[in-house]
């Protein structure tokens, strides 16, 4: 089973902890066969995300990122449109994605948020894939 990795890469110390998070989980689960992408910020993942599940090379992806809440507006809609984006993709291709972008105010909240005291984003979002992964087999094989 191959499983791409979207990473937005503008918090680089953040998307290297949430990446290290996920490919934990998905070592742990006997998968290896990975392959990242990375993009600019949380605003590109969904793009890269269809480009992923699209190619028909991948039977998952998981996208990571942080966005921090600044003193403008910029924040809401990078926030909403990367979450409307990357849900829109996995149910558009059948192909699961996904959301582990961090969304907080302060970038104390995201590092313990990225395998810090509260929790790991990257972890979660690997796990979240091979939840909807174990469904969509579960499915196609019932009869």
Do not use: N
Not at 41 to 63: D, F, H, Q, T, W
Not at 101 to 127: P, Y
């Amino acid at each position: 089973m191959r499983i791409a990795l979207v990473v937005a890469r503008f918090y680089e110390d953040l998307a290297e902890r949430l990446e290290a998070g996920a490919r934990a989980v998905l070592a742990e689960s006997g998968i290896t066969d990975l392959e990242t992408f990375d993009v600019p910020g949380a605003y590109e993942l969904p793009m890269a995300a269809k480009l992923a599940a699209e190619s028909g090379r991948y039977a998952a992806v998981v996208c990571l990122g942080a966005v921090i809440r600044g003193e403008t507006s910029h924040y809401d809609y990078v926030c909403g449109e990367a979450a409307r984006g990357i849900q829109t993709v996995q149910l558009e291709t059948g192909v699961p994605c996904s959301f582990g972008v961090l969304t907080v105010d302060t970038l104390h909240q995201a590092l313990a948020r990225s395998g810090g005291d509260k929790r790991d984003s990257g972890r979660h979002a690997a796990e979240a894939v091979l939840a909807l992964l174990a469904v969509k087999q579960r499915l196609a094989t019932a009869g």
